[in-house]
């Protein structure tokens, strides 16, 4: 059976990382995948996704579509990553 894992973070923290800090995060998502992998579970797929600066709403009326920024976060805690894994059977 596939999940979606959703991975939260800030984002001014990741903005600010240097390249040995997102370094560090990517090995740490990589011995997560291989745990998963140990107890029978497989990563198949994922992304990074783009900072919420860039986020953009589209709105469909009957005869238009409008286009505008945001929605913009409110909160410490941001959507930063998605995952798909096959997890088998989760108890």
């Known amino acids: 059976m596939d999940y979606a894992l959703l991975i939260y973070g800030d984002e001014t923290v ?3 990382a240097d390249e040995a ?3 560090a995060v990517y090995d740490a998502h ?3 995948a291989r745990l998963c992998a140990e107890h029978g579970h497989k990563i198949t797929g994922g992304v990074e996704l783009r900072p919420t600066s860039s ?3 589209v709105r469909r ?3 238009s579509v409008g286009i505008t920024d945001g ?3 409110e909160t410490a ?3 930063g990553e998605r995952a ?3 997890a088998g059977r989760v108890v």
């Open 14 to 16: 990741w903005e600010a």
């Open 21 to 23: 800090d997102r370094k």
């Open 30 to 32: 990589t011995e997560f």
């Open 55 to 57: 986020a953009r709403t």
């Open 61 to 63: 009326s009957d005869d």
């Open 71 to 73: 929605p913009f976060v």
């Open 77 to 79: 805690d941001q959507h």
């Open 84 to 86: 798909i894994g096959d």
